[in-house]
């Protein structure tokens, strides 16, 4: 299997140039082809290192964290809500995404990065009677009670120990932003969640401060004033 990705064709949500050279990375792991590899955002983004090469001496020396973890290779997938920790620059960013759909990097406190949002996308029962909640980074976690979750809900994952230390329920009334489709990044509260009979996606109606839009309820997220980019 290759390890290059051809530019032209990488997801919308990469902040990558698609007109220039012909490949860049390809991302395999978390986030799915989602995920941006490491290395384009530590090169294209934020011009810490020149290449490859350079990404990995400067992971190699444990001064950059991905969700609390120095552990990460330049390849590793880097996608929605993870948090980026540099600690000789005292740097703390979020991955939000843009107005265009596209990830970019928000400056967040020490205090912030701590911890890391999660969206569930379904729960499963495992072996003893406890119940898996499914993450939409591909992370699972194992809960005693899980009657109070549901798919659709957020938590907030603490990055020590997966302690879950604050839930944001799907419902009218939550704070949301939209993560794909043409209303990307744009914030805003649930007035009417639409359930559709049978295999249809439900749609979720959204009111922002410039407006209202309607989008599919896979594409919205629930977060709190906290995860908006503006708690700097």
């Known amino acids: ?124 029962l495992v072996t003893g009677g406890q119940t898996q909640l499914n993450l939409h980074d591909g992370k699972n976690l194992v809960v005693e009670d899980a009657s109070d979750y549901a798919a659709g809900d957020s938590i907030v994952v603490n990055n020590d120990d997966d302690e879950i230390v604050a839930h944001f329920p799907y419902e009218e009334g939550s704070l949301v932003t939209a993560v794909r489709g043409q209303h990307a990044g744009e914030i805003g509260e649930v007035t009417e969640i639409h359930v559709t009979p049978g295999s249809g996606s439900n749609s979720v109606a959204v009111e922002t401060d410039d407006g209202a839009f309607e989008t599919v309820e896979e594409y919205v997220v629930v977060i709190d004033e906290n995860f908006t980019g503006d708690d700097e």
């Not at 990995?56 to 920790?85: H, K």
């Open 1 to 124: 299997m290759s390890n290059h990705q051809k530019r032209l064709s990488v997801p919308n949500s990469w902040p990558v140039e698609r007109k220039t050279d012909t490949f860049t990375v390809k991302a395999q792991g978390p986030h799915g082809k989602e995920g941006v590899p490491l290395v384009i955002l530590l090169r294209d983004v934020l011009g810490y290192v020149a290449s490859k090469k350079e990404a990995r001496y400067a992971l190699e020396q444990d001064n950059i964290l991905v969700n609390g973890d120095p552990n990460a290779s330049e390849d590793r997938p880097i996608g929605m809500f993870d948090i980026l920790t540099f600690t000789e620059r005292d740097e703390h960013y979020r991955v939000f995404p843009d107005e265009g759909g596209r990830l970019a990097l928000t400056p967040i406190d020490g205090d912030a990065a701590d911890s890391k949002l999660a969206k569930i996308d379904d729960k499963t």
